[in-house]
T-cell receptor, first 116, second 111 residues
Framework: DTAVSQTPKYLVTQMGNDKSIKCEQN?????MYWYKQDSKKFLKIMFS???????INETVPNRFSPKSPDKAHLNLHINSLELGDSAVYFC???????????????FGPGTRLTVL | DQQVKQNSPSLSVQEGRISILNCDYT??????FLWYKKYPAEGPTFLIS?????DKNEDGRFTVFLNKSAKHLSLHIVPSQPGDSAVYFC??????????FGQGTRLTINP
């Protein structure tokens, strides 16, 4: 009964490949996120979707394309992987409340991506 | 430009003593602050939060203090327990905007 799950947990791949990371939440939340934790350990938001619509799109290369088939799922597809894409990617979800404000976000366990 | 900073990458505290984790921010428009705790190979989990209209919020052994004039918040854990050993992230936001995280502080509680 995991609240936010991600697959795979580990992903090792060659430069230039295309890969996807899947995320699912069973909390009934309407907003989902992708974060990247880089080598300096900062957690930085990449994308946010609310009810399947993109609401936050940070300065991320367009090789990264999120897809939300429904509000319980937010997948991340990465084309032409580069060495610098190696990081831990976290999915999260939250429920947006009054005034469009969400406070607590629930995180998945992370996907460690290693690009060789 | 990192708006939220945790300048101590690590902290070691004796079991039973107080742990104090610090966080500084630069954006005076932030109005909500959160602390997350992260164990290895797991995602961050929410611990405690505080709104900018308050200067203190307490939940059991955990207390968060906010000093808006200094743009500083701290997390106090007392008494510290071995299970508190984890990485602690502070985060801040303004209204409905994105959460901005610090880089984390690794807390180790020694028996």
């Amino acid at each position: 009964d995991t609240a936010v799950s991600q697959t795979p947990k580990y992903l090792v791949t060659q430069m230039g490949n295309d890969k996807s990371i899947k995320c699912e939440q069973n909390l009934g939340h309407d907003t989902m996120y992708w974060y990247k934790q880089d080598s300096k350990k900062f957690l930085k938001i990449m994308f946010s979707y609310n009810n399947k619509e993109l609401i936050i799109n940070e300065t991320v290369p367009n090789r990264f394309s999120p897809k939300s088939p429904d509000k319980a799922h937010l997948n991340l597809h990465i084309n032409s992987l580069e060495l610098g894409d190696s990081a831990v990617y976290f999915c999260a979800s939250s429920q947006v409340g009054f005034g469009g404000v969400d406070n607590e976000q629930f995180f998945g366990p992370g996907t460690r991506l290693t690009v060789l | 430009d990192q708006q939220v900073k945790q300048n101590s990458p690590s902290l070691s505290v004796q079991e039973g003593r107080i742990s104090i984790l610090n966080c500084d921010y630069t954006n005076s428009m932030f109005d909500y602050f959160l602390w997350y705790k992260k164990y290895p190979a797991e995602g961050p989990t929410f611990l405690i939060s505080i709104s900018s209209i308050k200067d203190k919020n307490e939940d059991g052994r955990f207390t968060v203090f906010l000093n808006k004039s200094a743009k500083h918040l701290s997390l106090h854990i007392v008494p510290s327990q071995p299970g508190d050993s984890a990485v602690y992230f502070c985060a801040a936001k303004r209204g409905a905007q994105k959460l901005v995280f610090g880089q984390g502080t690794r807390l180790t509680i020694n028996p």
